[in-house]
């Protein structure tokens, strides 16, 4: 168990495989005869999860939170996701780099612009186009892009980088969950949670694939007027699957590494284009006033919901959604965040994936943001007006405000490109990971049905045209897995607790199994 | 390393590029607002551009005191000014008489201490002037601006705030010069001089302050009064410019030479009408006229991503309604180009998303043919909702074959083409009269032509849906074509099952000032008695919500649908501020949702919701279970 190369290298379907794929086709299918019935039925249960309970995904999105904040700076600190000598696996910049990629995606290119000028226009409460809604918009979007969205991933990753490196446990949901109920009642629980967690992996990824492609496609469309049809979706998957296949088969040191970083370099090259072009001194007062307003107003925006105000729909409608999407994610890339993290301390752990990338968003929300937020107040404007029409070209229009403009506006769409990609990459290795009992290098043949796989449901899931399904897909495994990650905390926690004497100590690490571990068995 | 290095090089090369564009700054160009002077300017920002000369355009700043202020400060470079304000800006003022050359000269002389120049003279003239209605005119027998002052005190007359300034050739000289005392003035922006020729139509004021350019006083026949005082020096127009921009950018000479005597009267009022009637981007009009005379490479109506389209039927009057909303969507969305385009159904451009908005009548909403089960009504055409009231159109029938009188007599009617609101309205009219006419659509790309082909199509009756004053509608009246009534509409059901078609009554008095502006005591010779027919809405029409379940109205999971979003509700205000709501739409129009009325809530239940009472029990207990979880287990174990 300990060493899962020993496992075999061809492709035998377990358990687990075998039971995700029948859900996963059924799920599949059930979109692709009847789409609208699927998204309906999907969405409703999603939009009932948000609006009825939408008190308990901000208190548990703000609960991880302040639970990585726990782990980082309380006793936990030092303990290392490995072994006490063991160095990490990849470079610090590269590791960043490919967390990054991994957890914001494609997103984080449109919605750069998009969403402050967005809140600048509309902001929930007061009125639009003043200089309070615009500080409002950055305080808002940093809200959604910033620490919780990190901490989300973040601990998702803690849980199963401990279980996994420390403990010497599999790398899967289950583990644990395992550990906080030993015993067949526990397994029969964790295997539940593994097939819930391929589940959303796969629509997760799937979703996300299907919109990605569509705004490649939309974004093709605005700079080459290419058609907006089904074989232009088509084309753009088959060149991502390509990608994406070559980039997986070989392997994560290399491939995504690669690509991770030149999707790094590119995205703060083009950021820095964008600052030293565009109204630099505008951008970094923005930059210095967001980060103040956003550290002075965490603690009351973390637990803002509006049931004075009667905004529950637009707390629905945007805050929760984005909790709900990055929880969507957080099986995902919380695995793939805990494989590539392997030898770091809970601090370190805690200040990369969740202290950097929040730096880092700040700054691209400031820059993208401020400049459009600077045409829209001082210079000729007309980008929020198109913001509420069609974000992708609301994105466009904007690059060419600056110089070279097309240009720009090719390198936003190698960004996607690449942001997809990377996470397909990585969602094949998780889900290959997960399904393979959890070896941490699953074979090649793994790899290629998952991503197949995941292909085929993309281009089924374009070829019904129906972007609800996309997005239904998307989010609604973000529902039971916030159960499930709720019991992964769990049993993280009490596991934890047998760490505090030996940090303590600083001394012996080779007996790693806590007193609990056995006392879990009584229930 | 390597990726280190490169980035390295592409950023100093980014620089590199951008350092060659910055170091000219670009040539400012500037320009008052009246469609006028924003045409003009846009010419030598065109061809500025056509010569490799970087251009920021500044037009529409404000009046000429404004101008010229930003002129001597240096924030533009140009701007096209007239020779009568260009002195009267001195406190000077030049006899009447004296020739466009002399008074360039002078000015040379004069600004030169302030680093100025003058260009030789464009050719056209924009003298600012009065004008009344010529009947009004007529029967005060007012032709000068002697006989105003003698009737002034009766009068009301409209200015705009730069003219009321203007200290030596302004309102105030104007009144003391002649001796006038008017009843009442009305002053309005600068900007928005346009709307004293309308509230001179509607009768609001009796005179109207314009410009000799002005394309309004042909269109709609305005008299101009003579300034038998001399009153008004010759307003000729020329490029002011700063002399240091000829060192900054020589080819701007060249330009100024080509200029010189290049746009007459006839051209600027053709080219003003396009901007100032019919809402066209006066960049767009300009770059047509260059491409047309060759005189600078480009394709037309290359693709605007920033653009908010209008899309408007094939015959709908661009002086008419379509001007009108165009320019009032200019007015509420001044930072986005607001383009026309003419399709045979506005509402199938607006499903298509190439278009934000349609102006339609309200037939356009309706399939007739098919029938809605539950309602018995045609059945209502998704996807679209009303967002403003713009007007009323009218439906015309007109008797091609003169024999016909009756539309029970017709075998076949004309109409627009497919999917127009003409073309729907008639379908509804066969349905409803259980006519046995067959219908006949027909296609043109303009009004004119859309009215020759009615008359080409062979068929007994043409039917048109469209305001009063189209020009379709006009081409087909004045070739003395009778309109046939439609007169047992209420008799049946109709009322009931087309409600979008309501009984009206057309009189030949709306057509008279659409007819006075072509010729003295026309009269239509078809149209000589009221004539009972149908009417209905003239509305804006936007992209509405598909009935579908989302996960949310806004924010990220609304965004990347490959079809139109709705318009915004602030969108669907601002529109509705600047159309005015004369009554409401029609309730069986999809509205968009800021149109409907607001309803003080009513208390809510206690419980609004008992299911998600119970998900919330539940998810508490989940919490208090992990919790459990967490802390009591190894407690227990301790």
Redesign the interface.
Known sequence: MNNPANASKTFVPNRVFVVSLILVAAFGGWGLIDP?GM??TS??F????????G??WL??STGFLILAAYLALGPYGSVKLGDDDEEPEFSTVSWIAMLFAGGMGA?LI??GV??PL?HF??PPGMT?ETAEAARAAFKLTNLHWGLHAWSIYGVCAMVIAYFTFRKKKKPLISTPIQS?FPGAGGERLGQVANVLGVFAVVFGLAGSLT?GT??IR?GLG?LL?TP?NFSMSLLVMFVMYATYMTSTSVGVDRGIKLLS??NM?VA??MV??IA??GPTAFIFETLVDSIGTYLTQLPGMAFHLMPFEGLQ??T???TL??MI?WLAWGPFVGIFIARISRGRTIREFCAGVIIVPTLFSLFWFAVLGGAGIFIEMFG???IA??V??????AF??FL?FF??GQVLGFVALFLIFIFLVTSADSGSFVLSMMTSDGQLNPPLSYKLVWGTLVAILTVATLFSGS??VA??MA?TGAIPFS?VL??Q???F??AI?AERPKTVANGDVSSKTG??EN??AS? | MI?NRS?LS??VL??L??GC?INREPLQIGGKQSPEDRIVAELIAELAEAEGIPVQRRIGLGGSRITMEALKRGEIDLYPEYTGSGLALLGLAQPPDADSGSAIGLLRNRYSPLGLSWSEPLGFESRPGLVMLRERARALGIRSYSDLAKHSNRLTLGVDSEFRERPVDGLGPLIRRNGMDFNGILEVPTGERSELSEKLMDGEIDIAQIHSADPRIEIFDLHMLEDDHEFFPRHDAAIVYREDVLQRYPALENILAKLEGAIGDAQIKALSRRVSLRGEDPREVVRGELIRLGLIDGELGA?D??A?SLAVSLSANADGEAGTVLRQLRRS????NVNLVRSPDPLGAVADGSV?LALVSAPAFFSPGSVDPATGQPSLRQGFETVALVGTSFLHAFALNPDIDTLTGAASIATGPVGSSGFRAAESLINGLELSAELKPVSGDTPGALADALLESGADVAILMQPIGNSSALALLQRGLSLIEVDNWVQSNNRIVFPYLQPARIKPSDYARFVAGQRDDAELAGFIRPVETLATQLVLAGPANVD???????????????R??PL?D??VERINSATGKPEAIYPVLPQARALAPRLPKPPEALNP?P??SF??VF?IA??VW?AF??IM??RK?N
Do not use: C
Not at chain 2, 333 to 336: A, W
Not at chain 2, 552 to 561: D, L
């Open positions: 609208e998204s309906g969405l409703g999603t939009t009932f999860m948000l609006t009825s309970i008190w308990y208190l548990i997103g449109f919605w998009a969403e967005y226009r509309d639009g906080l919109m569509l705004q939309a605005e007027g907006l970083n030149i370099a703060v090259l820095i284009y030293v072009l729909d637009w629905g409608s945007w959604t984005y999407w000729g404007g007309g007006e198109l509420s029409q069609d974000v992708s070209r466009f229009v060419d110089p070279l972007v609800e997005k239904a989010v159960v709720l019991l905390i769990a049993g926690l009490r607790r007193p609990m006392k879990g229930s | 990726i980035i592409i950023v980014a620089f590029l951008v564009g693709k991503r920033q908010l969305f001044p930072t986005s934000r579908e379940v989302r996960l949310a109205s806004q924010g990220p999971a609304a965004s990347f649908v490959p139109a979003l915004t602030q969108v919701s299911a998600a998900l919330s998810a989940l919490l992990i979880l967490v287990k190894p174990a």
